[in-house]
């Protein structure tokens, strides 16, 4: 395993800070914590999914040792997500126990994306725990559209989660996937609905991962299109916010919100890459879209204790490539084999 080469070697592996072949600094780390999901969302997964068998998923214990690898690596940023990350029982335990990390100030952020279903019940515990910010996604308020998309009948509880982590004090951020059958004519709508009440909606094209019974090209809409509709009757001015993710975002004069795009099919983000994913099997990858990966768990399960993760850790990282390999042309098939649940999206 190489340690590198750009560090005094008088620093320790564990607090080298973690830079990749092509220079870029890797300060977020995206953790999913279970592959399994109340909702069975047409883009993400089949209706009749199998879910990972249990002994594969990390336990708590080895999630929050990775995490704490990482942290001690420069890692500022930590989302929580999954499959739904509310969904895994105990979850509130271990974002506690991160929240350590938060209060030494070696963790500026710990945040999550969700479904929503459950926030309700949890967003008091979450501001408790230190959590500020959390990306709901939701893709239509039409309770039909979202039980056609998402295959189950649960738009009040995601509104209901909506509200309650806003009096929390949490920031909500909304996540919609861009549908051309589903919700493309709706999308002003949500967007207005959103800036309506402060919050800041992104817009995603969807991605080419694992099998789904949903048809990808038909349901692929360009967000250039989309973009285009909204110049129409809206002004949208780029703004230079980024949070150190794929989305671009621009500010609509009318309703004074921001709209972030995120276009990994008709836009290459790839250089600014500060990312790195763990999946719920602790496999970790250093690009969506590709299969380059390296195995946490079977690390850790082999008892190297810290030392080993940390190497493994550098391993990894020295193979970051250069960037996603998404087409458009090449929608019918998954670009990646995994789903989005599995890997975190
Ligand atoms: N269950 C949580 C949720 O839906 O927010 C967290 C996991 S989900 C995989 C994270 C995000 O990925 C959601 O905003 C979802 O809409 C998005 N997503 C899932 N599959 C996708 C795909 N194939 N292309 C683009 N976005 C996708
Ligand atoms: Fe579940 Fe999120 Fe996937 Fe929808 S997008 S099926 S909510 S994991």
Redesign the pocket.
């Known amino acids: 395993m190489t340690a590198q080469a750009s560090h005094p070697p008088t620093m320790p592996q564990e607090a080298r800070p973690l830079v990749d072949s092509f220079g870029r600094a890797i300060t977020y780390l995206r953790v999913s914590v279970t592959d399994r999901?109340d909702?069975r969302?047409t883009?993400?997964m089949p209706e009749r999914m199998t879910f990972l068998p249990k002994p594969d998923v990390l336990t708590f214990e080895e999630l929050d040792a990775i995490c704490t690898a990482f942290i001690a690596r420069g890692v500022r940023r930590l989302r929580l997500?999954?499959?739904?990350?509310l969904g895994r029982r105990g979850l509130l335990g271990f974002v506690e126990g991160l929240s350590r990390h938060l209060r030494s100030g070696a963790l500026e952020e710990m945040t999550l994306?969700?479904?929503g279903v459950a926030l309700a019940r949890h967003a008091e515990a979450l501001f408790a725990a230190g959590v500020r910010r959390v990306?709901?996604?939701l893709?239509t308020l039409d309770p039909a559209v979202f039980a056609r998309i998402t295959r189950r009948n649960k738009l009040p509880e995601v509104l209901a989660g909506i509200e309650a982590a806003r009096a929390a004090g949490l920031a909500v951020k909304i996540?919609t996937?861009a549908l051309a059958q589903d919700n493309a004519d709706e999308l002003p709508r949500l967007i207005q609905w959103a800036h309506g009440q402060g919050m800041d909606i992104t817009l995603?094209?969807?991605?080419?991962?694992?099998d789904?019974d949903a048809d990808r090209p038909e349901q692929h809409l360009s967000l250039k299109d989309v973009r285009a509709t909204l110049t129409s009757f809206w002004t949208l001015t780029d703004t230079d916010d980024r949070t150190g993710g794929p989305a671009r975002y621009v500010r609509v004069r009318e309703t004074g919100g921001r709209i972030g795009f995120i276009t990994p099919l008709s836009h290459n983000f790839c250089e600014s890459c500060n990312r790195v994913r763990l999946t719920c099997t602790g496999m970790l990858y250093t690009c969506l879209g590709r299969e380059d990966r390296m195995d946490l768990r079977a690390v850790l399960r082999a008892g190297g204790g810290a030392p080993a993760v940390h190497a493994a850790i550098d391993a990894a990282l020295a193979a970051k490539p250069a960037g996603h390999d998404f087409r458009i042309e090449r929608l019918a098939t998954p670009a990646s084999p995994r789903?989005?649940?599995v890997t975190?999206?």
């Open positions: 999901c909702l969302c883009y993400c997500t999954g499959g739904e990350p994306t969700t479904n990306n709901v996604s893709d996540n996937v995603i094209e969807a991605m080419p991962m694992g789904v789903q989005m649940s975190g999206g």
